[in-house]
């Protein structure tokens, strides 16, 4: 107990100077931790009076730009990106000096930077995506199998948080590229998530075991998360219980859109399970015969699919900011908990075959009582993170008066008129409310609370342990 203890001041020490590093250098442009370039931090340096420079110093570092050829101008295509919550997102328009077959267009992120988006991006810091994806396009992009854009450039600062990519621009709903979809606005297919399963299946088999080659310095789950689990603690403690009761802040209401139902045995044990959760998925992460890297994000939005003349569906795969070696079983858990709860349960047992198949296939054996028992310790993630904020979000419609009309999968999500914050709320309590509602239901079809009890025991807590076995039995 006391030194986890400690590791949680430590993690909470550390999330205070995130925000104390976001407060006082956001904005600034420092060198970059992977090229050492001062590189642009947001779309408008690089659509600016500036750009060609910038953007010309950008293509020249990576080999990209030939002798001789130079940029003559760069600005910003016109239209809004929808859905960038995460960044700073524009599609650029390039005119050269010189003959070259370089793009006429790229896409770039950076992070956020108004005053306004700072809870948005303290949570992508604690988290560390602009490490994880930069780190990912510096180093793995080449090694998995998975189609991802092509990248003219990437780096970020760990002094700023600062970040930048530079990739190659996927036309949506052109030649054989599919529109993009949305992880709530659209309902997903089996087709979709079976290529899902068997790609990123053979991307975990073969990038296995933190000890992988070409995995020496890549992220592990438990060390990027560690700043996000004292927020979501922090979160929690104020709401989760209020959650589990299907309540908003002890009042019942709109009981329709509070679809989840908690495991009995599990109610009245907020308190322990905020508190083990750290630990929990620390442990999994330390499990040598069940980590690998992966996307840890595998939904629609992340994908752009292609139909081939054949009618033979593929994919690609983009933001790869929660790409990191960790438990395969938490993994798929967390991409399986976006899907509408119902797809979920019809599904589950037939998505999980098929992944422990293309390990198999792959020469990866992990039985299947091993992966259950990873998967559904791996949901006290969201159970935590997404039961504290389900009261936030479900406040703030209620302020609007927009909490008593909610309905699961909402018409309103996919409502184009209504203003981009209201939008965005109501989305947000869609996905929180598939998200919760699913870990529920794997945590009621999979035994959390035996689970749970058998963690507590390897892990020293006898005492707890027991109360929580006698709860069981």
């Known amino acids: ?57 950008l293509l020249r570092h990576g080999g990209h730009l030939p002798p001789g050829v130079s940029v003559r101008s760069v600005c910003a295509r016109g239209g809004a990106i929808r859905d960038g919550v ?27 930077q108004s005053v306004w988006s ?28 998975v189609g991802a854009p092509k990248c003219y450039f990437v780096d970020y600062s760990d002094v700023t948080g600062e970040f930048v990519l ?29 290529l899902f399963v ?33 927020m979501a603690q922090l979160i929690a403690r104020r709401g989760l219980h209020f959650t589990v009761k299907r309540t908003v802040g002890g009042r019942k209401v709109n009981q329709r859109f509070m679809t989840w139902s908690p495991p009995p045995e599990l109610v009245g044990k907020e308190a322990d399970i ?18 690998a890297f992966g996307h840890n994000d595998l939904t629609t939005d992340n994908a752009y699919f292609m139909r081939g003349t054949d009618g033979q569906l593929s994919f690609g795969v983009f933001d790869w900011q929660q790409s990191c070696i960790n438990n395969v079983g938490q993994e798929w858990a967390w991409n399986w908990h976006f899907l509408e709860p119902e797809f979920l349960e019809a599904h589950e047992d037939t998505l999980i075959c098929w992944l422990l198949q293309t390990y198999k296939e792959s020469g990866i054996e992990i039985s299947r009582e091993a992966f259950l028992e990873s998967y559904v310790l791996g949901t006290v993630q969201m159970y935590v993170f997404g039961g504290g904020a389900m009261q936030m979000l479900l406040r703030a419609l209620d302020k609007r008066g927009l909490l008593e009309s909610l309905l699961p999968n909402d018409p309103r999500c996919r409502d184009e008129t209504l203003g981009k ?37 390897r892990h020293g807590c006898h005492e707890a342990s027991s109360r929580a076995r006698a709860k069981v039995d």
């Open 166 to 194: 530079l990739l190659e621009v996927i036309e949506f709903g052109t030649q054989c590229v599919l529109p993009l979809k949305h992880r709530i606005r659209d309902a997903a297919t089996l087709e979709e998530q079976y």
């Open 274 to 291: 905020i508190g083990d959760m750290p630990a929990i998925l620390r442990s999994l992460c330390e499990d040598k015969d069940m980590v």
């Open 421 to 457: 914050d209201v939008t965005e709320h109501i989305v947000g309590a869609e996905m929180t409310r598939r998200t919760f509602t699913n870990v529920c239901g794997i945590m009621r079809r999979h035994g959390f609370a035996r689970a749970w009890s058998r963690w507590r025991e």
């Open 1 to 57: 107990m006391p030194r986890r203890l400690g590791q949680q001041a430590r993690d909470a020490g550390a999330l205070a100077g995130t925000l104390l590093r976001l407060l006082c250098c956001r904005g600034r442009r420092r060198p970059g931790a992977l090229t050492g370039l001062r590189f642009p931090v947001a779309a408008r340096d690089l659509a600016g009076p500036e750009g060609a420079r910038l953007l010309e110093q």
């Open 198 to 230: 068997r790609e990123g299946g053979k991307m975990n088999a073969s990038l296995w075991g933190d000890g992988h080659p070409c995995l020496q310095g890549a992220p592990r789950f438990d060390q990027t998360h560690r700043q996000l689990w004292v």
């Open 86 to 112: 995460k960044g700073d997102k524009a599609v650029l328009l390039v005119e050269y000096e010189g003959e070259t077959d370089l793009p006429r267009q790229f896409f770039a992120k950076f992070n956020l």
């Open 118 to 145: 700072l809870p948005m991006r303290l949570l992508g810091e604690a988290s560390e995506v602009c490490r994880c994806e930069a780190l990912f396009y510096h180093r793995l992009a080449g090694e998995v199998a």
